[in-house]
């Protein structure tokens, strides 16, 4: 099943008169297929960034259609923006992002809480989801009080708890060691595969790449390769090592 | 770029928080000055009859206000440094070294609080005739309404030395709050809990039973009580506000989210997390601004209540509009009345009457080891006839009264209800008559040099001065001979009259009293605490209000990469907006709507000890109220533009 379709999306930066021009995005044409796990790969500058805040609807597109349940999302008003990045897209932010203000509970269950969900939908959903990933037991304590990966965790499950249809993730493993970053992989691997979750992810590293079961290269805001992982993992490896040296993309 | 180019153009980019600090600055320094002038004002001394101690007045009131806006200007000015962390540790980054920063910090500090300093003084130079006007206008009876212009370079010099002092004390915390900066602290948002703090029943308990003992003890009827209780009192509605911001408050907040229905809408989630996160930081300044306003208030609404009833008040303390009883010297009523006729002054009203004392015997009356009476007193005694016609030519509003054979009214100076109720039981024990005490009232002025007095049934109080049990007062000493009391024109207007009368009865009188001097020394008093309460209570709610503006402001920083995940897990605008209401209300709100509480108790507690007490008044508690409704007005409308102000900027700064 389709999720996401994007046509011909262009971003343009610096539109006032003052500016330079910078085209981020040229023209560029996908789409997702429900249960794919993306990643998507590419040089610093090469606009990576952009496009996923184009398909979390955080930023528009200069020109250029983003079909999600048959509507044009680049075409919403802002409170229906709000209102569809609620129900349909989950983020996972490089730094987890969740609120020190709030215990693990409260960070997770935000969105339904935004969203007017009664009381015991957020319980059971949240239930669910925290018994899977692993926390129940640090649930009512606060971010700066659990490890790392129970804070990585508790952001998969913000992210999930809306069951959205398309989860975004913008270098989730920078900042973490390679254990974490190791754990978390996994984590999203098991999301894609338990929950049949769509997820697009974008990465430097070759080696987070390499769990993807489909890559998308971007080269000066364009589409320049795709690859898909076989079964062998290794081979999968060694062809994105040789695409990204193509690309200049630096590998960590 | 030098430092001062860089100091220049940070407060122009920072101008909407630095015209904060400039109003509240400018205000205090305005306030400072004037009070400052005023003592020094040759005008203001001279009008001032009772003694300098208006100057020793405004002087006190000066310090209490510098000390308060020190506070206040350091603790908004931390907050205003953490609040721009991110720009000093950018500059951190750039190579600048702390103490460079703190220069440039301090240096705008200077800046700004110098221009202040100069608006500050220029305003009060500028409104120095009419604050000398107004205050000399709501405390002198004959002033001219003419006030000469005069610019007064000793307060100038002694504002500019005490604010200049703060200022450096501001640079100095200032340097301190720098200097614990952390460059990382740039790169990482405030991952650590500032102190949530998670308050306990306990603590929520014991405030409140803190609080209501205190407001029990305060709702008291009786005055005796109250005057030895007025500290406790204070001391635990203080403590109990405290321990309640500290402790009970947050609880409070943990028990509303308990309520998951209510609490797991976002905009509650959000609003109530973030302000219990803020709590510690923010729950001693919230108490503090509760007591404060509540005490200023109280204080406030009881100086203007006594002073817009001066006049009756007088009245009711003294009675006429001259009374004295002749000293060893006879011909003092003639020289009395020659002074009237001098000044050209009509009597409307005058009588001479007799004043007799009498010894009954009745048990001595020790509460708790304070004698009220024993055998060492004695009474002023008046039969029932010419007490009534004391009290018709009073302009007071006693009533006459009525006296049945065998009974006796007993008057006291003031209202002690514990003791009236003993004097009420008891039996006056003459030779050969029992008189019972009916009644025990208060009365001020017609004990004319006696402790007590009595009010006989005629027949009674005939038969007691034939049988020698009640004996006229002699020519010689205090409370002698007669009482001769008078009413006449303008009495509370002419100067010269008064003056001419005191130094007569000065000398010669037994004791005397007059209106106007009880009335101008009575505006005098109130209408200087009514001046100094103004302008403290100006100072005061814009100092709070500015403190909870930067601490808000310091919070927004902090908080706006909350709001950035928020909007992207798709939080909508309308959701934030309210959220961010229910986020700042309560910091503006909650102490607010404690002090009213605590005052309208503490209104209670100054009507008993003072009104129904000290001064008696009809509608007291209701004309106090009045007065101090109106200043939680004043309040509550500078606190909400206050509010709206910091809405703007918390919005701002999370966008
Ligand atoms: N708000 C903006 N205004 C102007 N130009 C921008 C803006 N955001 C990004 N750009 C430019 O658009 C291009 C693409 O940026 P983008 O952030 O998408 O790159 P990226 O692929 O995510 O890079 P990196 O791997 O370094 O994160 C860059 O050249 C960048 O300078
Ligand atoms: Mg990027």
Known sequence: MQILKVENISKIYGSSKRDKEYMALKNISFEVIQGEFIGVMGASGSGKTTLLNILGSIDKPTTGKIIMEGKDIAKYSKNQLSTHRMKNIGFIFQDYNLLETMTLKENIILPLALHGTKINDIENRLSVLVKDLGILNVLDKYPYEVSGGEQQRAAACRALITQPKIILADEPTGNLDSKSGKDLLHLLTYINDEYNATILMVTHDVFAASYCKKIMFIRDGEIYNELHAGNDKKQFFDSIIDVMSVLGGEER | MNLLDLALRNIKNNIKKHIMFFFSMTFSVFTVYTFLALVQNQQVNDAFIYDGRYRAVLLAFGVIIMVFVMFFLISSNNSFIKARKREISTYSLFGMSHGRIGKLIFLETLLVGLTSLATGIGVGIFFSKLTTMILLSVTVISFSGDVALDIDLKAIYLTAIMFISVFSMMGLSGLWVINRFQLVDLFKAEKRSEGKGKGSYILLIISLILIGWGYYL?????PYNLVMMAIPILVLVIS???????????????????????YYRGVNLIAITSFSHRMRSISSVMATIAVLSAVATTAIATGFTLYSNIENNGYDTIGYDLFFYAGEDDGILQEVEEIFSRHDVEITQQAQVPLYRTY???????????????????????????????????????????IASGKAVWFIRADVPRVMEIMKEQTLDFTDLNIEVSDVLVNTFLHFGSIYSLVLNDEDFSHLLLENQIVKEDKVGRGAGEVNVFNFNNALQNAELNSDLNKVL?????????????????????????????????VFIL?????????????????????????KIGMDYITEKRAITRRLLPVFAIPLLIGILHSIFAMKTADTMVFSHLMPMGNSYRKVLFFSSMMYGAYGFVYSIFYFITKGQYRKIIR
């Open chain 2, 506 to 538: 000065y000398q010669n009188a037994g004791g005397y009293r007059t209106a106007y001097s009880h009335y101008s020394e009575a505006r005098e008093t109130f209408g200087l605490i009514s001046f100094i309460g103004f302008f403290m209570s100006g």
């Open chain 2, 360 to 402: 009954p015997k009745l048990e001595a009356i020790e509460i708790e080891g304070v004698t009220f009476y024993n055998e060492e007193y004695y009474f002023r005694v008046y039969s029932q006839t010419a007490y009534n016609e004391l009290v018709n030519m009073s302009k007071s509003k006693i009533a006459p009264l009525e």
């Open chain 2, 543 to 567: 100092m709070t209000a500015s403190l909870l503006y930067f601490k808000q402001i310091m919070a927004a920083e902090e908080e706006r990469h909350h709001y950035k995940t928020l909007r």
């Open chain 2, 218 to 222: 305060a709702s008291s009827n009786n």
């Open chain 2, 240 to 262: 109990g506000t405290y321990i309640f911001f500290w402790g009970g408050l947050p609880k409070v907040l943990s028990i509303l989210k308990r309520n998951k229905r209510k």
